[in-house]
């Protein structure tokens, strides 16, 4: 447990060290060298994205990767983990869903409907879950774990919507023959699982071949992660599930490198305006939407939901801990960047602004959902004294008779 925990502390650690150092490139004297470096032709061409670079690579290949773990973490969890029952679902499925709808809405109005900033309704929508829990981590013991279970579900779900939302808003154009192709490949790989294949390198060659399937469909290449762990068997009662294997293979490597990668080419944002950047629509809308509409949204759901008896409240927390945690789900980061890029391709204007509001609001909601919970653990702990002075109190006094 200790070890789990220093190793998601160091995640998170690493994450906000390369977002730090990219905001510090992005605005000192190496700015421009910097972003050659990022934009250098590797000499390879793919389709749709053309020639890659360092920042593609990233962005459309190696977050194939880290789609792959979300994808395999959601298997798991729906099929024996925190996912597993209609109970354990209902919760965070309505506190993910309501803190997906409230900080969009949020940026919808900010942004007054604006056509062309819409696109970006879906940035101020995303948790990151690998700055969430490193921060959780920090805590340490203040923190009760069915707080972390019920964070991590939510983020979990979160990024069910966010797949959607990135397969089904941000695609442009379709190959529809690149598209059967990769619906195939998909189809192959699950026939594989389902004839007793156990042997991974299979399935990993048929990601690869199907990463290119989808990059040349126009559907975002990174989808192909999602969709190749749904065929990897879980082996539910077997000794050594693929899925399992898998999952702890790839692991450290995408939360020690491929996040923190991401962190450092996504970033880096020119901060000219100072805190007046903060006061434009896009941003502003963005900021507001992590750190107002997220907490709003999600804390409003969890409450709602137990006081109309639809769900109950995770056992051993207080309200001001789920109201921290609620905060914390504002922290965008890793995808609210990766959407942001998205949202509009050729506008390396827009995509700066929401780097500002994404950078913004993430870091308020860290902040706040940090101080948030850290006083609250003494606040828990007081009150559990007190009820625990009540309980020694009447014991000593009990006489096996009902007190007036």
Known sequence: MDQ???????A?????????????????????????????????????IGMLTPHLLVADGLMAIFFLLVGLEV??????????????????????????????????????????????????????????????????????????????????????GAVLVIALVYTAELNVVALGAALAVTGAMTVLG????????????????????VLASGVHATIAGVMAALTIPLGRGESRSPLKRL??????????????????VSAGVTLTGGLGTLAEPIPLAILLGLFVGKQVGVFGAIWAAVSLGLATRPAGT????????AILCGIGFTMSLFIGGLAWPGRPDLIDSAKVGTLAGSLLAAIAGYL?????????????????????????????????
């Not at 798991?76 to 209902?90: F, H, I, M, V």
């Open 318 to 325: 207080s309200w001001i801990q789920l109201y921290g945690a």
């Open 75 to 160: 298997k798991r969890e729906w099929y024996e983990g925190r996912l597993s029952t209609p109970s354990d679902r209902r919760l965070p499925i309505i506190a993910a869903a309501c803190g997906m709808a409230v900080p969009a809405l949020v940026y919808l109005l900010v942004v007054d409907f604006q056509p062309e900033l819409a696109r970006g309704w879906a940035i101020p929508a995303a948790t990151d879950i690998a700055f969430a829990i490193g921060l959780l981590a920090l805590l340490g013991p203040r923190v009760p774990p069915s707080i972390k279970l019920l964070l991590v579900t939510i983020a979990i779900i979160d990024d069910i």
């Open 372 to 404: 948030v919970l850290r006083f609250a653990h003494l606040t828990s702990s007081t009150q559990q004294d007190e009820e625990e002075a009540c309980r020694l109190w009447a014991a000593e006094h009990d006489d096996g008779k009902a007190e007036p």
């Open 194 to 213: 389902q004839f007793g294949v156990r042997r991974l390198w299979p399935f990993v060659l048929g990601f690869g071949l199907l990463w290119l399937l």
């Open 247 to 264: 999952e702890h293979r790839i692991h450290p490597w995408v939360m020690f490198g491929v996040v923190p990668l991401f962190g450092l």
């Open 4 to 10: 789990d925990r220093g190793r998601e502390r160091a």
């Open 12 to 48: 998170g650690l690493l994450l906000i060290a390369a977002a730090a150092l990219a905001l510090v490139l992005a605005n000192s004297p190496l700015a421009e060298t910097w972003h050659h470096l990022l934009e250098a032709p590797l000499g390879i061409a793919l389709p749709q």
